[in-house]
C-alpha cells in the first residue's frame, strides 16, 4: 500500500485538529468569507469586474515593462486631459471618423490608433510592399485576424497554432478551381428554387416581392460551399446548412460585441451575450454531422485504392472529390479528431459565406442606387448567355446543357469591373491588410514596430484618396472595365481577386487571401444569373442605400435591408 495517501500533516490554520477545528482559523477568514457569501448579484458582478480590471491591469504594466514602446504619435486625444480609456471607447463607434481625421492631418506619416485590446500602428500605404516580405513568423495576419474573433471565447483557438484550413485552399481549392466551382454551381441550380421565392412571382414581371437579399445570398453561398467542403448528403442536410449560416452571423455579433469592452471585462461579458451561446450549441451540433463525414471518408479508404487500381468501381458520392477528404488524408494529430475539424469546417463557412454575402449585397445596392447600370450589365450578361446558354446551366457540363464555369466567369468583363468597384468603396474592414508582429521588427527607414504591436493600413481612406483614384467618390463601376483595355498588357491585369496595392480588399502579398478566387466565382455566378431573370429596386426607395456600419475597424451591412424583386419581362 501506497503509505503517502495517509500521511497527515499537523494541525495548524490549514489544517485544523480534528478536534479544535475553529481555534486555529483566523478571524479575518471568516469575515470576509462571510461578507462574500452574503454579497448580492450587482454587488457579486462589480467585485468580479474590479478583480478582472485589476488582474489585467497589472498584467499589463508587468509586461508594459518588458517590451519596447511605440515611438510614432497616437492620435485622437481631445485634451492632454483626456484618459485613454475614453479614446479607446470612442474607437468603437467612431474608428470611421478618427481614421479619416488622422489620415487627412498626418498624410503620408505613420499613426497609432487605440481600441481597447489592441494598439495599432497605421502604416502608408508605401511600406506595404516592404511588409509583405517579412516572413509569418515575424509578421502574422493569422495572429491579427483571428483575434479579432475572441477565439478563446469560442472554441476556436486552434486557428492560432495551425493552418490547415489554409494549406486545403492553397494547394487544393485553388488549383483544382473551375473542377469546384462547376461543382458549385450545380448545387446552386438546385438550391435556387429553394432559396428564392420564386412561386411568389408573376410570370408578368408585374408583382414586386420584398426579400431580403443578403440572406438569401447567404443561402445559396451556404449550398455551394458545403458542396465543395462536405460533398454529398451534408450540402443538403438542412441543420448543416442552418449551422453554416448562422455560425456565421452568431459569431461575428459575438465578437463585435465583446470587442465593445475592454478585455478585462470579457469573462464576464461573454456571459451575457445570447450570441456566443449559440455558437457553442453550433459547434456541438457540428460534430455529428461532420462526424458522420469523417467516418464515411474512413471506412471508404481501402475501396478509393482499390477503384485507384482498377480492381471496383464507385459510385458517384463515393468517388466525389471534396476538401474535407483532403483535410483528413493531410492532417495529423488533433487536427483530424472530430471536435477540432467540425469547428475548422464551420470556420471555413465563416470566411466564405459571411464576407462574400456582404460583397454580394454591397453590389445590389449600389446597382439599386444607380439603376442606370442595370441595361449595360444585363446586355453583357444577355450577350454570353446567347452564345454560350443562360447562367443557370453553366457548369452543368454536358449533361447539364451548359458549358463549365470558367467560360462564362472570364467573360463577364464589365460585372469584374464592377465588383471592383464596390469592393473599392465598400471593403469588410477599414484597416486592412493587418498583421501582428509576433518579434520585434524594424523596417528599412529604422521604424521599429515592438512585438505584440497591431499593425494595420488605412486601406478605405487609401482607396478613397483622389491620389490613388481619379473622382474616387463618384461610383464609377466601368473604373476598372477602362484600365483593362487601356492597351493590350492590361488585358489581363485591373481583376477581380487580383492583388494590387490599390485595391487591398482580399489583402496583398503572401498573405492575401487563399479563397479568393473561389469567392470570385461564386459571386458573379450569382450576380449574372439575378441580372439574367430578376429586377431588383430598394423596397423604401425614400431611404436609398442602406448605409454600411462600424463597429471599431469591421464593416457591417444593413442586416434589415430589404429590397423588391420580379421576374425579368423579356
Excluded at 26 to 35: E, L, M, Q, V, W
Excluded at 259 to 264: A, D, E
Excluded at 330 to 356: F, N, Y
Aim: charged share 25%; hydrophobic share 40%.
Amino acid at each position: 500500500m501506497n503509505t503517502l495517501h495517509h500521511t497527515s500533516s499537523p494541525p495548524g490554520p490549514l489544517n485544523p485538529s480534528p478536534g479544535n477545528t475553529t481555534d486555529h482559523l483566523n478571524p479575518f477568514h471568516f469575515a470576509i468569507k462571510d461578507r462574500i457569501e452574503h454579497l448580492s448579484y450587482p454587488k457579486t458582478f462589480a467585485l468580479i469586474l474590479i478583480t478582472s480590471w485589476l488582474l489585467s491591469t497589472t498584467a499589463k504594466w508587468l509586461t508594459n515593462g518588458k517590451r519596447k514602446k511605440l515611438t510614432v504619435p497616437t492620435w485622437g486625444y481631445r485634451s492632454w486631459f483626456e484618459p485613454t480609456l475614453l479614446l479607446q471607447a470612442r474607437f468603437v463607434m467612431g474608428a470611421r471618423q478618427l481614421v479619416h481625421e488622422a489620415y487627412t492631418k498626418m498624410p503620408n506619416m505613420p499613426f497609432v490608433l487605440k481600441r481597447y485590446d489592441a494598439d495599432f500602428l497605421i502604416l502608408p500605404i508605401r511600406y506595404l510592399d516592404e511588409l509583405r516580405l517579412i516572413p509569418l513568423s515575424k509578421l502574422s495576419n493569422k495572429g491579427a485576424n483571428v483575434a479579432n474573433l475572441v477565439p478563446e471565447y469560442h472554441g476556436i483557438t486552434f486557428l492560432l497554432t495551425n493552418n490547415l484550413h489554409v494549406e486545403v485552399l492553397r494547394k487544393k481549392l485553388t488549383p483544382e478551381l473551375w473542377k469546384f466551382i462547376d461543382s458549385a454551381s450545380s448545387e446552386l441550380s438546385h438550391g435556387w428554387d429553394i432559396s428564392l421565392p420564386l412561386a411568389q412571382l408573376s410570370t408578368n414581371g408585374n408583382d414586386w416581392v420584398k426579400i431580403d437579399f443578403e440572406r438569401t445570398v447567404r443561402d445559396l453561398v451556404a449550398r455551394m460551399t458545403a458542396k465543395v467542403f462536405l460533398g454529398d448528403p451534408a450540402c443538403r442536410d438542412e441543420t448543416w446548412l442552418g449551422i453554416s449560416v448562422d455560425f456565421s452571423i452568431d459569431l461575428f455579433t459575438a465578437s463585435f460585441t465583446m470587442k465593445m469592452f475592454p478585455p478585462w471585462m470579457y469573462p464576464l461579458v461573454a456571459l451575457l451575450i445570447p450570441a456566443r451561446r449559440r455558437v457553442l450549441k453550433q459547434l456541438k451540433a457540428a460534430q455529428g454531422i461532420v462526424g458522420e463525414q469523417m467516418r464515411k471518408h474512413a471506412s471508404l479508404k481501402e475501396k478509393r485504392a482499390q477503384a485507384d487500381r482498377g480492381e471496383v468501381a464507385l459510385t458517384e458520392e463515393e468517388a466525389q472529390d471534396t476538401l474535407l477528404d483532403w483535410m483528413l488524408d493531410h492532417g495529423k494529430g488533433d487536427e483530424v479528431r472530430v471536435e477540432e475539424m467540425s469547428a475548422r469546417q464551420c470556420v471555413l463557412t465563416l470566411a466564405s459565406i459571411h464576407t462574400t454575402a456582404s460583397q454580394a449585397a454591397n453590389m445590389m445596392f449600389d446597382l439599386c442606387e444607380h439603376p442606370q447600370w442595370w441595361g449595360v450589365l444585363q446586355e453583357e450578361v444577355d450577350g454570353i448567355a446567347k452564345e454560350l446558354g443562360p447562367p443557370g446551366l453553366a457548369g452543368g457540363g454536358k449533361d447539364g446543357g451548359g458549358v463549365g464555369v470558367k467560360e462564362w466567369c472570364v467573360r463577364l468583363e464589365k460585372l469584374d469591373s464592377f465588383f471592383q468597384e464596390t469592393q473599392r468603396r465598400e471593403p469588410p474592414i477599414m484597416l486592412g491588410p493587418q498583421r501582428l508582429a509576433q518579434q520585434d521588427v524594424t523596417l528599412k527607414d529604422g521604424t521599429c514596430i515592438p512585438r505584440g504591436t497591431r499593425v494595420a493600413f488605412p486601406m478605405l481612406e487609401h482607396q478613397m484618396d483622389p491620389q490613388t483614384y481619379e473622382n474616387p467618390n463618384e461610383y464609377d463601376p466601368m473604373r476598372f472595365y477602362r484600365k483593362r483595355h487601356g492597351s493590350p498588357e492590361q488585358i489581363h491585369l485591373h481583376m477581380a481577386g487580383q492583388t494590387h496595392p490599390n485595391v487591398l480588399g482580399f489583402g496583398y502579398g503572401n498573405q492575401a487571401c487563399p479563397g479568393r478566387q473561389f469567392a470570385v466565382a461564386e459571386i458573379k455566378l450569382i450576380m449574372a444569373r439575378m441580372l439574367y431573370e430578376f429586377e431588383f429596386k430598394f423596397a423604401d426607395e425614400t431611404k436609398g442605400r442602406p448605409k454600411t456600419g462600424y463597429i471599431n475597424e469591421m464593416a457591417m451591412t444593413d442586416w434589415n435591408a430589404r429590397l423588391l424583386m420580379r421576374k425579368r419581362v423579356r
